[in-house]
């Protein structure tokens, strides 16, 4: 049950991350409108396909929980453990945990969605964070259960 | 029932069951690493979301606290001890390979329960093993040296594992830590199973006489005034001591960026190293000065530790003052089972009260994350270190106060 809830958010996160590299406000409206052209096509399935072709390599969908980050001058700074939604379903933040060894000391910070980029350069698509290492130390501490203070890159 | 004589030829171990202990102790610590605050940054790697990895660790944590006294109880009864032993390494072995290959919900949560099963019982199984091999004129002094093992593995392992998990993968420490049960297996089957006395492991041998003793029931057992008061001061050691390390950690994190890593790791394997090199004399003391000026010195040191954290904001300054865990560290890992023969001489529940000083070490320290985690939040780091150190002045004025000699007076 509660491996089936965990597969149930990671499809969320999923699509929470598709509406936000495709043509995020504009999704649902897209996806209202194909159906007069094509009635019996999934109107989701259409979008994603449009988006696809629009986007070129990035159409691939990836999985965002867990994932290492970077900044620009340093590899491995932390991970991705959590996404922040506004009531819209807009994703707003990624809770991010670094620092520590053996996970002792480790800090949870949340940061500005924007400020993640996801490169698809390469052999490994990699997420870079657009801030500095003295940024994320100095953020405040993330705490599931408060309004979460989220940094911004340019602060 | 053996007669004196025989029991005299037991008391000389000979040097194979020595060693064995030796290599036992330090692979059960390599063994321990992997199982901490390490388990939910593998999670997160798989992918798991904060709210299933919370859930594992409290079902970890509640069942860690109930099983205590049950497995000091199971070793107590058990005939061989060593087996019993070989059954706990074997547990979490399994427990290593459950998590390293099977990352999902109900595998975790079995294999969490397996380790904290385990442990519970690998613990008092450990100086069950001593007691019985060297018996009480002798377990001071080998105290000390299973001391000095176990902080050379945990040193050692915080360091390759660490390396490990950064270089290669989080998953690949857990597959180290179940082909490390290898090695632990075959040091304890170094030991000799007929020089471990069970009678004696289980603190059943008369201190007059050495004729064994039927056991004292437990709720006797339970009403044993040093017993009681040993296990309030061990708890209020652990209220101010558990938060501190990770608390060191964090602002570790916060206050440097680039060596955060290697400084926090210093921290960690530090004390490690003062372990290792103190903790022989720290049982001989403990034979020639008595128990209670050791115990003294390891409660004394951690207020100081607790007031130093709390005054300095350099990390290089800290990792020194990181150094007096490993006095508290000795003092600790040498006292508490040594004390704990002391009081459980010709009671047969050696094993027993270990578990009871267990479930207080674990309430311990879960109020002190509590309580650290409140004060930092609120008031800072600075309030926090010192709120843990006043708990500390507390521990130590309550043994000052209370705590008796246990060292029995020479005949």
Known sequence: ?155 | MRDSDEQDAVHQPSRASQRGLDWFTFFVANLQTGFGPFLSVYLTTQKWTQVDIGLILSIGSIAGLASQIPGGWVVDAAVSKRRAAMLAVIAIGISAVLIAVLPIFVMICAAKLLHVGGSSVLGPAIAAVTLGLVGHAAIGERLGRNARYAAAGNGLAAGVMGACGYFVSAQAVFYVTAVLAIPTLLAISRVREEEVYAVRADGGLCASDGAPVGALSIGRFLRKPDLLILTTCIMLFHVANAAMLPLVGSAMTMRSSQWATALVAACIVAPQLIIAMISPTMGRLAETWGRRPVLLLGFGVLPLRGALLAWTHDPYVIVAVQLLDGISGAVLGVLVPLVLSDISRGTGRFNFAQGVVGSATGIGAALSTIAAGYLADRYGMTTAFFGLATAAVVGFLVLLATMPETKPSPA
């Open chain 1, 1 to 155: 049950m509660k491996v089936a809830s965990r597969v149930c958010l990671i499809t969320v996160v999923g699509i929470l991350l598709l509406g936000n590299i495709g043509v995020a406000p504009g999704a649902a409206q897209t996806g209202a409108a194909a159906p007069l052209a094509v009635p019996a096509a999934d109107p989701l399935a259409r979008s994603v396909e449009r988006d696809s072709r629009r986007l070129g390599r990035s159409h691939e969908l990836e999985s965002v929980l867990g994932r290492e980050i970077r900044t620009r001058v340093e590899e491995d700074v932390g991970r991705i453990i959590d996404l922040l939604a506004d009531r819209s379903g807009q994703v707003r933040a990624a809770v991010i945990e670094f620092g520590g060894f053996m996970g002792i000391g480790t800090r949870k910070i949340a940061v500005e969605w924007p400020a993640l980029r996801f490169e698809s350069e390469g052999k490994q698509p990699t997420v870079i964070l657009e801030m500095t290492r003295d940024q994320l130390r100095t953020a405040p501490e993330y705490k599931p259960n408060e309004p979460a203070v989220v940094r911004k890159a340019d602060e």
